[in-house]
């Protein structure tokens, strides 16, 4: 999709997999998946296979450099960025160590709910989300969801974007 569009565009990429846009001039910054969030201060960067924080990455899209290169911003994908909000969450000790789910879950969605608006209202870019969707069934039917953690974030995502888009393909004999 980020090929199609005739502007500049950046993906920031949740995953490690950008080997589709080999020998194309779209952009990627890779989020790094051991320390999605902030980063030691004694982190090293390989510089042959750069990662960044979540946070370094909004600060350089803030920065008029980026403003003037770039109109679009995808993010791949929503489904990535749950499943390492959710383990970094684990990580913490008082999260650990809570008996029930609240405190779990509860952060968790206050993280993808931030995050999510902080890139969605980035000025003046067009920010298009991707996320992964599975079947899930409802009484006899089947029925398209974000693959998403947590069926409360799932829910709320829902009224924070203006347009929401299924990308399928579909074979047909002719």
């Not at 999510?116 to 089947?142: A, N, Q, W």
């Not at 974000?146 to 829902?158: A, F, H, Q, T, Y």
Request: aromatic fraction near 10%; include cysteine; glycine fraction near 4%.
């Amino acid at each position: 999709l980020a090929i199609t569009i005739p502007l500049n565009s950046i993906i920031i990429s949740m995953e490690s997999g950008v080997a589709c846009l080999a020998g194309t001039d779209i952009d990627t910054i890779v989020i790094d998946p051991s320390h999605p969030f902030k980063r030691p201060d004694n982190h090293e960067v390989d510089p042959k296979n750069p990662t960044y924080a979540i946070t370094e990455v909004f600060l350089k899209l803030v920065t008029p450099e980026f403003k003037k290169k770039y109109q679009v911003i995808f993010i791949d994908s929503l489904t990535e960025m749950s499943q390492l909000i959710l383990a970094d969450l684990k990580k913490d000790p008082v999260i650990a160590a809570s008996k029930n789910g609240y405190e779990l879950w509860g952060k968790y969605k206050e993280r993808m709910m931030i995050i999510i608006k902080m890139f969605r209202d980035l000025s003046p870019y067009t920010v298009v989300f991707t996320c992964l969707t599975e079947k899930e069934k409802d009484g006899l039917d089947y029925f398209d969801v974000l693959n998403i953690e947590g069926s409360s974030v799932r829910s709320s995502i829902k009224a924070m974007f203006d347009v929401c888009l299924k990308y399928e393909i579909i074979e047909h004999e002719d």
